[in-house]
């Protein structure tokens, strides 16, 4: 069974269509990233899968339980799953410990409020109330009040923006043990290095539609080798040097991507070129692309749906 089953959804704003017949399976136990671009309708989809939001068309089961549920298994979902919405969600005059207690009390077998705190980089002792703690700081409370009952799924909308390099680090390993431990994900997030450092499976929507979907590995291809020089570059004789199977052009000015069967053998005969052209080894780069720049490129072009609903979705 799926942890989350959507089937042809549908969310309309009046005679605006913000998710436009989605269908998408996110498995149990892994991490399935939701990402795209503003107006994408990542957030309206989140809304609709915690119950926030109705369906104008589609269906959605979460956890096996068709939305919208009702009496014990509506009662069942409140107690497995988690959230953690973009905004809101806190009570802003609480302490960090005051809020995630109170949550704890509400979960048979939550986790030790102190324990999490602890874990998302936050002093269990302090006295200073969420309003006047960071964007930062509260994103870590708001992490600990998502898994705090310890769920079986979790939906993360945004959870690291505000957070320093070391609180996504920290947040990072603390997702991971999550997952380890049986819970499952659906995660929403413009940082793709996250996504990349996370995901089991990547969702790519743009207009309120999937445009693609795969592992990091599948979305992001086959390795290739970049490199930085003058534009226009003569490359008749790298061409000849590269083996059948292996091709150079000229990406953007300056800027030239060798594709194929791309080996370290590969890499070698394009540096020692290079190095013939006068041309620094710090400007080649080989790997596959970057996740950000696939998605950029799968959804350029595309309409998205506005904001007018009060934020960005």
Known sequence: MPAVLIDDLTVRYGDREA??????????????????????????????CVGLRAAT????????????????????????????????????????????????????????PDELLVAV??????????????????????????LVGRPRLVFLDEPTTGLDPAG????????????????????????????ERLADHVVVMAGGRVVASGGVA????????????PVAMDLSGLRADLPLGCSVEEQAAGRYLVTGSVDPQVLSRVTSWCGRQGLMSQDIRWGRRPLEEVVIELTSGIEQASDDEGGTR
């Open 19 to 48: 998710v436009r017949g989605l269908s998408l399976v996110a498995g149990t136990g892994a991490v399935t990233a939701l990402v795209g671009p503003n107006g994408a309708g990542k957030t309206s989809t989140v809304e609709v």
């Open 57 to 112: 068309g589609g269906t959605v089961e979460v956890l096996g339980t068709r939305l919208p549920a009702n009496g014990s298994a509506r009662a069942s979902l409140h107690r497995d799953v988690g959230v953690m919405l973009q905004d809101g969600g806190l009570y802003s005059t609480a302490r960090p410990r005051e809020m995630v207690a109170h949550l704890a009390r509400l979960y048979p077998g939550a986790a030790d």
């Open 121 to 146: 980089g936050i002093d269990p002792g302090t006295r200073t109330p969420l309003r006047r703690m960071s964007g930062g700081e509260q994103r870590r409370v708001a992490a600990a009040a998502a």
């Open 168 to 195: 996504r680090r920290t947040f990072h390993d603390l997702l991971r043990s999550q997952v380890a431990a049986g819970c499952s994900v659906l995660l929403t997030t413009h940082l793709l290095d996250d996504v």
């Open 218 to 229: 599948e979305l992001t291809g086959d390795d290739l080798i970049r490199f930085r020089g």
